[in-house]
């Protein structure tokens, strides 16, 4: 067994590391490092490695379980910008932006009915608007999470559109079943970049993709990603895959 403090040290040397590399990358595309958005994913991992980030200067952290960001935001700085990147079910949606008035992105809004939720309770709470992500299920295998990419310009539009309180901006893909991704899936989310701005009539820049994770971060970016998600080369593995 590893003793927390190895733990936490082991974490910075390897968001350095991550940090490094995103650079590498960014540069490698020709696109500004500052253009890519880092969310340290910590879901299972214990406050006080978030915090460690965070005294170094992190401010992106991602959860994807709503009971463990409402647990978990409270015990860490206000100005933390919190992503939920999990699947979220429209009951639950009080309980997170009650639970977390600094949750900064919802990147994982895959229907219509969510959205509503998410902008009726930003008006009720009086929060200021909510940017939130379309995701979209770019394997085409069967996955309770993503919309259909070729329904990803009625759902970017009904979020531009008839969610006052939410400020659509962008497009986030997990990629496989099985949480990798291919270069196939980030070209697909790619190409609803291309469909959903031009059907909205927004400049491309103003529509992220948040695409890449621990194995495929580097590829993502090359490939144009401009918000990684990652867990477990920062943090190391989980122990366990949480029940939601
Ligand atoms: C857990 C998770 C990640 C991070 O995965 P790693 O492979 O550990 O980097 C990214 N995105 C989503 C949606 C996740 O649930």
Request: neutral net charge; charged residues 20%; proline residues 5%.
């Amino acid at each position: 067994m590893t003793s927390p403090l190895v733990a936490e040290g082991a974490a910075m040397t390897a968001f350095r590391s991550v940090m490094l590399r995103v650079h590498q990358a960014a540069e490698r595309s020709g696109s500004k490092p500052e253009r890519v958005r880092v969310v340290a994913v910590s879901k299972t991992k214990p406050v006080t490695l978030i915090q460690q980030l965070y005294d170094a200067g992190h401010r992106y952290f991602g959860e994807n379980y709503v009971q463990e960001i409402i647990e978990k935001a409270p015990q860490l700085p206000q100005d933390v910008e919190w992503h939920f990147i999990g699947h979220l079910q429209s009951n639950k949606v009080k309980t997170l932006l009650g639970g977390v008035p600094n949750l900064a992105m919802v990147q994982s809004v895959d229907n219509q009915k969510v959205a509503n939720h998410l902008d009726r309770m930003v008006s009720t709470l009086g929060r200021n608007p909510l940017k939130v992500l379309v995701q979209v299920n770019t394997s085409g295998e069967e996955s309770k999470s993503g919309i259909d990419p070729s329904n990803c310009v009625e759902l970017a539009k009904h979020v531009k559109l008839s969610c006052p309180n939410l400020v659509y901006s962008g497009l986030m893909t997990i990629g496989m079943p099985d949480y990798t991704s291919t270069p196939q899936n980030f070209q697909t989310l790619s190409n609803c970049r291309t469909e959903v701005c031009k059907a909205l009539e927004m400049p491309e820049e103003e529509c992220e993709l948040s695409m890449g994770m621990s194995g495929d971060f580097e590829l993502a970016i090359e490939m144009g990603s401009t918000n990684v998600r990652i867990g477990s080369t920062i943090f190391g593995p989980r122990e366990y895959a949480k029940k939601q």
